[in-house]
T-cell receptor
Framework: DAGVIQSPRHEVTEMGQEVTLRCKPISGHDYLFWYRQTMMRGLELLIYFNNNVPIDDSGMPEDRFSAKMPNASFSTLKIQPSEPRDSAVYFC????????????????FGEGSRLTVL | TQLLEQSPQFLSIQEGENLTVYCNSSSVFSSLQWYRQEPGEGPVLLVTVVTGGEVKKLKRLTFQFGDARKDSSLHITAAQPGDTGLYLCAGSNFGNEKLTFGTGTRLTIIP
């Protein structure tokens, strides 16, 4: 299995531009998570989906952020307009079952998308 | 919001030494996971604990879940350079499956 695939790996953009981050989860995984990681705030959950349906988006910073999962094999995280404080590494992760399940709740992370907003 | 505080934030020790890192919360969790993250990569799961007082061993790593399921510890015996990385604990609860990560412990093992 190829694992969770994220693109782009690196993105440098200017303030005000639209940014779209993409994620392909592991086939058969029902849960998909978007996290943001910074030195100051650590790893923060932005939103998670179950069977393509958004379950909890309380971590989405503000209306500039939106996430979609049109099908089981693809998700996007969009920032419009982007701001310098959005600079971070954005991770997508998928799991077969909820994290609380001992043997099947493991989150598999992608390699991340490093975003720099100038 | 359920917070997970990890300590120490940074730890640098010599190869062969033992160490313990901690994960504490004022909230109860149904389960707690430990991940290790290396530079440029995503976190990778080490273990999941679900029972208060549970102890799990993974080679030189020993994980313990507190009796009240509010805290956990990770003990490494005879640390090796390959243990270097960011160690993250993460908690979740049945019925609300958002996985909340701790603040992390950045471990460096000096050869």
């Amino acid at each position: 299995d190829a694992g969770v695939i994220q693109s782009p790996r690196h993105e440098v953009t200017e303030m005000g531009q639209e940014v779209t981050l993409r994620c392909k989860p592991i086939s058969g995984h029902d849960y998909l998570f978007w996290y943001r990681q910074t030195m100051m705030r650590g790893l923060e959950l932005l939103i998670y989906f179950n069977n393509n349906v958004p379950i909890d988006d309380s971590g989405m910073p503000e209306d500039r952020f939106s996430a979609k999962m049109p099908n089981a094999s693809f998700s996007t995280l969009k920032i419009q307009p982007s701001e310098p404080r959005d600079s971070a590494v954005y991770f997508c992760a998928s799991s077969l079952d909820p994290p609380s399940r001992v043997n099947t709740g493991e989150l598999f992370f992608g390699e991340g998308s490093r975003l720099t907003v100038l | 919001t359920q917070l997970l505080e990890q300590s120490p934030q940074f730890l640098s020790i010599q190869e062969g030494e033992n160490l313990t890192v901690y994960c504490n919360s004022s909230s109860v969790f149904s389960s707690l996971q430990w991940y290790r993250q290396e530079p440029g990569e995503g976190p990778v799961l080490l273990v999941t604990v679900v029972t208060g007082g549970e102890v799990k061993k993974l080679k030189r790593l020993t994980f313990q879940f507190g009796d009240a399921r509010k805290d956990s510890s990770l003990h490494i015996t005879a640390a090796q350079p390959g243990d270097t990385g960011l160690y993250l604990c993460a908690g979740s609860n049945f019925g609300n499956e958002k996985l909340t990560f701790g603040t992390g412990t950045r471990l460096t093992i000096i050869p």
